[in-house]
Every structure is written in structure tokens, then in C-alpha cells.
């Protein structure tokens, strides 16, 4: 990612911080409304995994700009998420539900040049947990290049 959109991610993210409980609420209601099937996934503490995700999307948000330090940690996060069942068409709705929930976490300063560095990211992000999580499979040959 260019370094201005990472910023813009970065920033971003720092102004929702204060709002992490309510954010990481509003972004399971909404993953939930739009796919219930995913409810199951999450048999404990919701406000424990809210905590968790926030927690584990600012990590990732504060190495943006150090993609070989980020890429094997998502790719590891990427094969634990396979073995709690979740399928690459789940990362479609967890983008959805993430950009839905800066939108209204953001508000107007969730503007067009912050949301479409939100997808980039995203983009980059959940590709990486998914070629981990291919990667996991015995079938498939391990993928050695970093991206």
C-alpha cells in the first residue's frame, strides 16, 4: 500500500479507538444481520471477542507499513480461522461488515479517499489470511512468496 494510504488507515483507525467496544458491537450485529450463519461461530463472551478483534485489527493496522513482519501473522491468523470453519466467501461479509462499521463509527471523517484506503487494506489483509488458510490444507503446495 502507498504510504499516504496507509496513513489515512492508520489515522483512522487511531480516531476509532476510543470507540473500540461500541465499534466491535456494532460490527458483530451487523456480521450477524448479514449472515446468521456465521452466529454459531461465536459460542463465548461477545464483548471478550470484540475486545479480541479490535485488539487484533490494530495490530495489524500499526504494521501496514511493514509488510514482511505482517504478512506471516496474517497468514497464521489466516490457518487458525480455517480450523474454527471459516470459508474465504466469510471474508466478503467480514469486509462488508468492517467498512459498514467505519462508516458509522467515523462518520464524516470516514470520507472517499479513507474508505477506499479501508478496502485496500482490508483487501490485502483478507487475501493473506486466505492463502494462510490454503496453505493449511495438505493438498495444496505451500506458497513461499511474500506478497
Known amino acids: 500500500m502507498e504510504k499516504d494510504k496507509v496513513k489515512l488507515v492508520q489515522d483512522s483507525f487511531e480516531r476509532l479507538t476510543p470507540l473500540a467496544p461500541q465499534a466491535a458491537a456494532l460490527f458483530y450485529n451487523n456480521l450477524f444481520a448479514l449472515d446468521p ?79 477506499a484506503a479501508w478496502r485496500e487494506a482490508y483487501r490485502f489483509m483478507s487475501d493473506q489470511m486466505i492463502r494462510g488458510a490454503r496453505n493449511a490444507m495438505p493438498d495444496e503446495e505451500p506458497d513461499c512468496a511474500m506478497a
Open 37 to 115: 450463519a456465521l452466529r454459531p461461530m461465536f459460542p463465548g463472551d461477545m464483548a471478550a471477542q470484540g475486545a479480541k478483534l479490535m485488539q487484533m485489527i490494530g495490530a495489524a493496522v500499526r504494521l501496514l507499513d511493514e509488510p514482511a513482519k505482517l504478512v506471516p501473522v496474517l497468514r497464521q491468523l489466516g490457518r487458525r480461522h480455517d480450523d474454527y470453519g471459516v470459508r474465504e466467501d466469510h471474508y466478503i461479509t467480514v469486509g462488508i461488515a468492517l467498512i459498514w462499521t467505519l462508516e458509522k463509527g467515523l462518520g464524516p471523517e470516514f470520507t472517499p479517499s479513507v474508505r
